[in-house]
């Protein structure tokens, strides 16, 4: 079966999750899946773009590595935990250390506008999601033994994935930060529409149209 790595992040951060996030932030369950549907492709895309740039795969082999083995598993019962505020602030430093200080803002501005939700608290989020997607690398690289090089390519494979996943609408709140450059450089920019997604498979907990999603947030940040 071939690899979707937005899938396989969807299942760590099933409902129960999700739920658990909500409440550890203090923010409306609906906000925290938009902000999910946003993050994750976006994650990946930028590290996509990362890994096309010179010593770009060599910092996230690095990162990879660096990952602990259990993140994943233990990720329900870390969150709303004593250890929540460390994933939090090992996953940002992380993803600022590799994608950059410019565009870790970008991007947690984007998800935050997104979503409807404040800066603080897209930052947690952003901070959480961290862990889980270099976790969720990390099983390859160990599993399929990949090396540096391997663990790019797995990665660019995941462009067509990655563009089907991107939320409508989500695409404009990154205009002009580059994110999205790696996934779409094969498409004419000026006229680039993001595919339609399917809500049937990927992230089935979040079939609600956005409308809905709006009206019910929530922040208390």
């Not at 969720?136 to 995941?158: E, N």
């Amino acid at each position: 079966m071939a690899t979707n790595l937005v899938s396989e992040i969807a299942k760590v951060l099933g409902p129960d999750v999700e739920a658990r996030i909500a409440s550890s932030l203090g923010l409306d369950k609906t906000v925290v899946q938009g902000a999910v549907e946003g993050g994750v492709p976006g994650l990946l895309a930028a590290l996509i773009s990362l890994v096309s740039k010179p010593q770009g795969a060599t910092k996230l082999g690095q990162a990879v590595a660096q990952q602990e083995p259990g993140v994943l598993s233990s990720l329900a019962s870390v969150i709303g935990g004593s250890g929540q505020k460390a994933l939090i602030d090992t996953g940002a430093s992380a993803l600022t250390s590799l994608l950059g200080g410019n565009t870790m803002s970008a991007l947690t501005n984007a998800v935050g506008s997104y979503a409807g939700i404040g800066g603080a608290g897209s930052k947690s989020l952003i901070g959480l999601l961290g862990p889980v997607v270099l976790g969720v690398l990390g099983q390859h690289q160990r599993t399929s033994g990949l090396d540096t090089s391997g663990l790019a390519r797995l990665l660019t494979s995941q462009k067509d994935n990655v563009l089907a996943a991107v939320p409508s609408g989500f695409s404009k709140y990154l205009k002009d930060t580059g994110i999205l450059d790696g996934v779409t450089s094969s498409v004419p920019k000026p006229g680039y529409q993001t595919p339609p997604r399917s809500t049937s498979s990927i992230w089935p907990w979040m079939a609600r149209p956005r409308s809905s999603r709006r009206s019910s947030r929530t922040s208390r940040i």
